[in-house]
């Protein structure tokens, strides 16, 4: 079974950058698409960021577009989510999920269900 590993979180002061990456266990062009969620406390999961595998093609949610940047590489079968230009509401956990059989389409208001894969989460703290 797929397994996705996301590192790279921590806390960083507003105005900052971190990368997060989310290495697959398998090979990642096995997957359709993969996405960048994020839930804060009380929040809804949002899809932040996304990508499809084949193409390359990106998406982007209004709340990042031109800070965050997502990219992946077929040969270290990782995708990348570089967050420039952090704010304090950008603060939460950071999910990395996959969609390996292609039910998902990027874009506004993507539903966490038509992925079937998740990695474990990862903290990220932006401080004012």
């Known amino acids: 079974q797929e397994k996705l590993v996301e590192s790279g979180g921590g806390a960083v002061q507003a105005g900052g950058s971190l990368r997060l990456s989310c290495t697959a266990s398998?090979?990642?062009?096995?997957?359709?698409?993969m996405v960048w969620f994020r839930q804060a406390p009380g929040m809804e999961r949002e899809g932040v960021a996304g990508?499809?595998?084949?193409?390359?093609?990106?998406y982007y949610a209004d709340s990042v577009k031109g800070r965050f940047t997502i990219s992946r590489d077929l040969e270290k079968n990782t995708v990348y989510l570089q967050m420039n230009n952090l704010k304090p509401e950008d603060t939460a956990i950071y999910y990395c999920a996959a969609d390996r059989i292609g039910r998902a389409v990027l874009r506004k208001g993507m539903s966490a269900t038509d992925f079937d894969t998740w990695g474990q989460g990862i903290q990220v703290t932006v401080s004012s």
């Open positions: 398998t090979y990642l062009n096995s997957s359709y698409c």
């Open positions: 990508i499809y595998i084949a193409g390359g093609t990106s």
